[in-house]
């Protein structure tokens, strides 16, 4: 079933909806035009009821001036990109730095500040927008189309599409905050990651080049282990992002599982793609969320699935660029169920 509503009204007074889906089993994922994001997702508990599992806002105000990136998706490029430019085809193309002297997650009004066309359908809905050329810097008119389908064993699936006419660079994810509680504090959460390996940051949170080994560090989570455990372990990477902030490459599709021991909520993430940023939200600052929750720093976690970022000035990592003429097509799935 699905069911919309006016959620409200951009600064520049253009209408935003909300598009609920719902499964039979009373799950529910509420979606937003404004970013394609995903603004609330209520699953099953052990206690009989349920619990909203993304970080978000009531209003369409807070979405509007807040940092973070709450629930939307991002790009063209989603993470970051070192001095805000790259290369291409001969061409050096200038990108805004607002991350420090990097581009982060698409630049000033990236793909999570704008209205996408909506096209709903029975289990999902369809957001499409076309990223004219030049817009933030990147070369091509980029068609974009963000699928979210919501299925009876509730599973939330996201498909990426993209297509363009000039070759650029491309690399959508979703950034929902994820608390399997409903709220509070994160870092007891029991996490699983089918990574051996994850790229090494530098001071800025951008990847160097190199990979390192999990294996005997605090990033070794291929045995499930509370978030939290080693988060404070005196170890550089983590003094780099202070916390968690890295992207691990994956070993296999079913790239995560994330339990909570209080809703009794497991969370299994699968993917195609090559990479998973781990975020600790390390940084998000305290504000009021969705029904009267607080959100701020490591009140939940981030599973981005993702090319590697800073991919232009490592080139061991797999190219992001899109070829012209031909189509971007990707999946992640996030699939419920009891702990």
């Known amino acids: 079933m699905l069911t919309h509503s006016l959620f409200g009204l951009t600064l520049d007074q253009k209408p935003v909806t909300a598009y609920r889906l719902r499964n039979a089993n009373g799950a529910t994922a509420t979606l937003l035009n404004y970013g ?3 603004q609330s997702l209520c699953v099953p508990n052990a206690l009989g009821g349920f619990t909203d599992v993304v970080l978000g806002y009531d209003t369409l105000a807070a979405y509007e001036r807040s940092d973070g990136y709450l629930g939307a998706t991002v790009g063209r490029m989603a993470n970051r990109i070192g001095g ?18 990097n581009h982060l997650h698409g630049g000033l009004k990236g793909f999570d500040k704008q209205i996408w066309d909506a096209a709903p359908f029975p289990g999902g809905i369809t957001f499409s927008r076309l990223s004219p050329d030049g817009e933030e810097g ?8 963000v699928t979210y389908t919501l299925s009876a064993d509730n599973a939330l699936a996201i498909t990426y599409e993209a297509e363009t ?3 650029t660079p491309v690399n959508l994810t979703n950034h929902s905050y994820f608390n399997l509680n409903g709220g509070d504090y994160a870092m007891n959460h029991i996490l699983q990651l089918k990574a051996e390996r994850f790229t090494e940051n530098d001071e800025a949170s951008l990847p160097t080049g190199r990979f390192l080994q999990v294996e005997d560090t605090p990033f070794d989570f291929r045995r499930p282990k509370p978030i939290g455990r080693d988060i404070e372990a005196d170890h550089p990477q983590l003094k780099n992002g202070h ?3 890295h992207n691990f490459v994956l070993s296999s599709q079913h790239a995560a599982t994330l339990c909570s021991e209080v809703s009794g909520i ?5 993917t195609d793609l090559p990479g998973l940023q781990l975020y600790t939200a390390n940084f998000l600052t305290p504000r009021p969320g969705k029904n009267g929750t607080l959100i701020d720093r490591r009140t939940a976690i981030c ?3 993702q090319l590697f970022p ?5 080139y061991s990592f797999p190219s992001p660029v899109l070829r012209a003429g031909r189509k971007l097509c990707t999946r992640t799935v996030f699939r419920f169920s009891l702990y």
């Open 243 to 245: 916390g968690y902030d």
């Open 165 to 167: 006419d000039q070759d």
């Open 138 to 145: 990147y070369p091509g008119n980029l068609m974009v189309r």
């Open 266 to 270: 497991r969370m299994d993430l699968s």
């Open 310 to 314: 800073n991919a232009f000035s490592c």
């Open 303 to 305: 599973l981005e699935t």
């Open 36 to 38: 394609a994001t995903l």
């Open 84 to 101: 805000a430019s790259f290369s291409l085809n001969g061409r050096t193309y200038s990108l805004a730095a607002n991350d420090g002297p």
